[in-house]
């Protein structure tokens, strides 16, 4: 595959605050990538710097070979960022700010992609009203219809969904899927870790200007040893602790669920255990770790990826 971001050993520093520190990161093209971390982690530093509106004190990036700052204006064109802050002009109504959009990266007669974009999204029966007459989620479809409308290669989801509808979120994904397959490379950054886990082929995870980790999604799971059973029982038991001394930890729910956390190599004696018990048993579910377990441990512990 062809590289469609290469990042490499980039720094930023905001006084004595290091935002990025030796960032090395590279995005092959039509990857579906997640680009994941805490609040501070460096996230939208980094996807600022990618866009050309931070300046990094070192380091160097490159979108589709040309790099961001001696070449910004074939970048620029190579992206479609999609920011968290939703600022618009708010003389003008939804079609129109997307015509002006299209004029900025010098695309003209561009109504047939305008007509998909805004159908894509929810907002073409919205597409003469003025902006200031939009709700918020609205004003969120309309944020990223302007990143989309130039029909860029690579698209930068920085939070897209951060306090959206249902609705609006199935839509989104949908779309942003069949872009995807059509081979636009997709960068995601959320604090909805489901999603990444369900969307996401490929993950980096930041944590204090720093990638703590970067790899397939499975791999990334894999790193976390952990079995959940969960076993759905007409009575609560008396004895769970001692039916269960090998369990890592024991809950019960007030949906009469028990569940019982292990490791891969223990799932089989306690499931083993669980059938020969004299428990009312009425269904029974085995899940494995998940991103969210990743993630927990490698930016609350301050880990690294150790490879």
């Not at 960022?81 to 015509?99: A, G, K, M, S, W």
């Not at 920085?158 to 509808?165: F, Q």
């Amino acid at each position: 595959m062809n590289k469609a971001i290469e990042i490499e050993n980039v720094n930023k520093s905001y006084g004595d605050v290091r935002a990025l520190e030796d960032v090395n990161l590279t995005i092959e093209q039509g990857e579906f990538f997640g680009l994941l971390g805490p609040n501070g982690a460096g996230k939208s530093t980094l996807i600022g710097v990618l866009g050309g509106l931070v300046n990094k004190d070192s380091g160097q990036v490159t979108v589709l070979g040309n790099d961001v700052v001696q070449n910004y204006r074939k970048t620029k064109k190579s992206l479609g960022i999609v920011p968290q802050e939703v600022v618009f002009d708010p003389y003008f109504n939804v079609r129109e700010t997307l015509e002006i959009q299209s004029g900025y990266f010098g695309v003209k007669d561009n109504g047939e992609r305008i007509d998909e974009v805004l159908d894509a999204l929810g907002l073409k029966y919205k597409e003469d009203t003025n902006i200031r007459g939009l709700s918020g989620g609205m004003k969120r479809r309309l944020l990223i219809a302007k990143a989309l409308v130039h029909d860029p290669d690579i698209i930068v989801l920085d939070e897209p969904t951060a306090g959206v509808d249902v609705e609006l979120r199935k839509s989104l994904w949908d779309y942003v899927i069949k872009l995807n397959e059509q081979g636009k490379t997709i960068i995601l950054t959320t604090h909805y870790l489901e999603e990444a886990e369900q969307l996401c082929d490929r993950i980096a995870i930041l944590n204090k200007g720093r990638v703590v980790a970067v790899d397939q999604k499975e791999e990334l799971i894999k790193r976390i040893d952990k079995k959940v059973i969960e076993v759905k029982l007409q009575h609560k038991p008396n004895n769970i602790e001692e039916l269960f001394p090998t369990a890592a930890n024991i809950e019960w729910t007030d949906t009469n669920k028990l569940k019982l956390e292990t490791t891969r190599g223990n799932v089989i004696s306690l499931l083993d255990k669980i059938q020969n018990s004299s428990l009312e048993i009425v269904d029974i579910d085995v899940n494995s770790a998940k991103l969210e377990d990743v993630f927990m441990k490698l930016t609350s512990l301050g880990g690294e990826e150790n490879e």
